[in-house]
């Protein structure tokens, strides 16, 4: 299996990484709709919408996809509707779902769970094609989820014996945290050290505050995908992915950490201006 989840990696990744220096912005965000697409059908099925309803759901997210992306904006107003789709998100992750995972909370609601899907995928997409017009910070910030869950799975492997949830994901412990915390701790000291700290203007501690808290933040997407996937009694998300099963099975990380690291990147640049 990992050599399958190695091979998948190695194809998708050079796909990604040239869209992501060669696309036009535009082009790049229209590249990543059926990505997004996929999750949500994904979601959908998770959260046990019939077929027609997920037909809605789905083309009611890229719709809105398309009007963030087409509707005219002028002056500030394009970046205050970025912060305010960035923020819901930030608020969902950082209030919402740790409150969701310690009931633990079963969803039954249509509308909840149609809601709770646009807040994981929009915003990621969105993250995703703002962070495009600086792709090294973008793959910077993405080495910071990739570096945790490597770390964590071969940590856990390793030495793992404390669970983290075991009524969540039971596979995940507290010993893989910690192998992602030191991980990420090195993985920031030389990528900051080599090149992040002239891609953006901030202090050494406003960027090491950023990754501290991108990193529990990562551990959370994963637990409440886990817990979403549980709910509805499947393994995986999804089958479009050798040996990594679905798109929210890559994804789930990124939908509680990129939206805010956008926010906190598109603050700091209108900042500096």
């Avoid at 990744?13 to 229209?30: C, H, M, Q, V």
Wanted: net charge positive; with cysteine; hydrophobic share 60%.
């Amino acid at each position: 299996m990992l050599l399958i989840r190695v091979a998948t990696a190695a194809v998708l990744l050079p796909l990604f990484i040239g869209g992501l220096f060669f696309l036009s912005s535009r082009d790049w965000a229209f590249a990543l709709l059926p990505l997004m697409l996929a999750g949500a059908w994904e979601w959908g099925t998770l959260a046990g919408f019939g077929r027609a309803s997920n037909i809605s759901f789905c083309t009611g997210l890229v719709l809105s996809a398309l009007g963030i992306l087409f509707i005219p904006q002028h002056g500030s107003a394009a970046a205050v509707t970025e912060w305010v789709i960035y923020a819901i998100s930030a608020a969902f992750w950082c209030g919402c779902v740790p409150l969701w995972l310690t009931i633990p909370w079963r969803v039954r609601n249509p509308w909840v769970l149609a809601l709770t899907g646009w807040i994981l995928l929009v915003p990621t997409w969105l993250a995703l094609v703002s962070l495009q017009a600086i792709p090294l910070l973008l793959l910077a910030i993405l080495g910071i989820v990739w570096v945790a869950d490597i770390a964590a799975y071969f940590a856990g492997h390793a030495w793992g014996r404390h669970k983290l949830a075991p009524s969540i994901s039971p596979g995940k412990t507290w010993e893989g945290v910690a192998g992602a915390v030191v991980a990420v701790a090195v993985y920031y000291g030389l990528v900051w050290n080599f090149g992040l700290r002239d891609m953006i203007s901030v202090t050494s501690f406003a960027a090491a505050a950023l990754v501290a808290i991108l990193l529990p933040l990562s551990i959370i997407g994963d637990l409440f995908e886990s817990w979403i996937k549980r709910q509805a009694g499947v393994k995986d998300s999804g089958q479009l992915l050798p040996g990594h099963g679905g798109v929210l099975d890559r994804i789930d990380a990124l939908t509680s950490t990129l939206p805010l690291a956008a926010l906190a990147v598109s603050w700091t640049l209108r900042g500096a201006q």
